[in-house]
T-cell receptor, first 111, second 114 residues
Framework: DAGVIQSPRHEVTEMGQEVTLRCKPI?????LFWYRQTMMRGLELLIY????????DSGMPEDRFSAKMPNASFSTLKIQPSEPRDSAVYFC?????????FGSGTRLTVV | AQSVTQLDSQVPVFEEAPVELRCNYS??????LFWYVQYPNQGLQLLLK??????LVESINGFEAEFNKSQTSFHLRKPSVHISDTAEYFC????????????FGQGTTLQVKP
C-alpha cells in the first residue's frame, strides 16, 4: 500500500498563473478530502468527495478554486489565477469507514 | 456542525516530564475523535482515535487520550516525554454518521527541552 500520493511536493509559481495539484487516493477508499494548512488559519477543509461525487465544497475560498475527481484513483485541485495569499500546504486525504490517511502535502508558493 | 478547540497553542516541557494537551469539541451528534501528529515539513500521522467502547485509548508510543462525554473533552497525555515527541499535535472530530467530515483544531506545538 503506497498510501495517498500527492504531486508535486513543492510548487513555486508566479501570481496569475494556473496551478494544478494532484492526488491519488488509496485504492478502495470511498472518500477524498482536500485540506489547506496555513499558519493563520490552521487546517481548513476545502472540499470532499464521496464515490467521486463532490459532497461539500463550502470550504472552497473563491471561484478561483476548483476540484475534480474524474475517477476513483485521481483528483485535482486547481487554482486559476493564483495569488500570493494562496501560498500554503495543501493536503489530500482519503478515507474508508473511520480510517483517514493523509498524503505528504504540496507546498505551494505564489510569488 | 462540529468544532474543535485546542486550548494551548504551545506547550513547553522538559524531557521525561509528563504532558497533557487539551482538546474540547462541540457537536450535536455522536462523534469520533482523533489525535494526529505532524513533524516538521511532514504530513499528518494518526496517533490514536476514539470510535466507541472504552473511553481510554492508547497509542503505540506511550500517548493516551480519554474521551469524556460530559465535559466534551479528549485530552492527550503522556507520562514521560522524549525529545523526539517535539511536533505539532492536532485534535480532530468527525460525526459518527457516514458524512465523515474531519474537522481539526488549531493545533498545539509541543516543545520538549533537554
Amino acid at each position: 500500500d503506497a498510501g495517498v500520493i500527492q504531486s508535486p511536493r513543492h510548487e513555486v509559481t508566479e501570481m496569475g498563473q494556473e496551478v494544478t495539484l494532484r492526488c491519488k487516493p488509496i485504492s478502495g477508499h470511498d472518500y477524498l478530502f482536500w485540506y489547506r494548512q496555513t499558519m493563520m488559519r490552521g487546517l481548513e477543509l476545502l472540499i470532499y468527495f464521496n464515490n467521486n461525487v463532490p459532497i461539500d465544497d463550502s470550504g472552497m475560498p473563491e471561484d478561483r478554486f476548483s476540484a475534480k475527481m474524474p475517477n476513483a484513483s485521481f483528483s485535482t485541485l486547481k487554482i486559476q489565477p493564483s495569488e500570493p495569499r494562496d501560498s500554503a500546504v495543501y493536503f489530500c486525504a482519503s478515507r474508508k469507514r473511520d480510517g483517514y490517511t493523509f498524503g505528504s502535502g504540496t507546498r505551494l508558493t505564489v510569488v | 456542525a462540529q468544532s474543535v478547540t485546542q486550548l494551548d497553542s504551545q506547550v513547553p516541557v522538559f524531557e521525561e516530564a509528563p504532558v497533557e494537551l487539551r482538546c474540547n469539541y462541540s457537536s450535536s451528534v455522536s462523534v469520533y475523535l482523533f489525535w494526529y501528529v505532524q513533524y516538521p515539513n511532514q504530513g499528518l500521522q494518526l496517533l490514536l482515535k476514539y470510535l466507541s467502547g472504552s473511553t481510554l485509548v492508547e497509542s503505540i508510543n506511550g500517548f493516551e487520550a480519554e474521551f469524556n462525554k460530559s465535559q466534551t473533552s479528549f485530552h492527550l497525555r503522556k507520562p514521560s516525554v522524549h525529545i523526539s515527541d517535539t511536533a505539532e499535535y492536532f485534535c480532530a472530530v468527525s460525526d459518527s454518521s457516514n458524512t465523515g467530515k474531519l474537522i481539526f483544531g488549531q493545533g498545539t506545538t509541543l516543545q520538549v527541552k533537554p
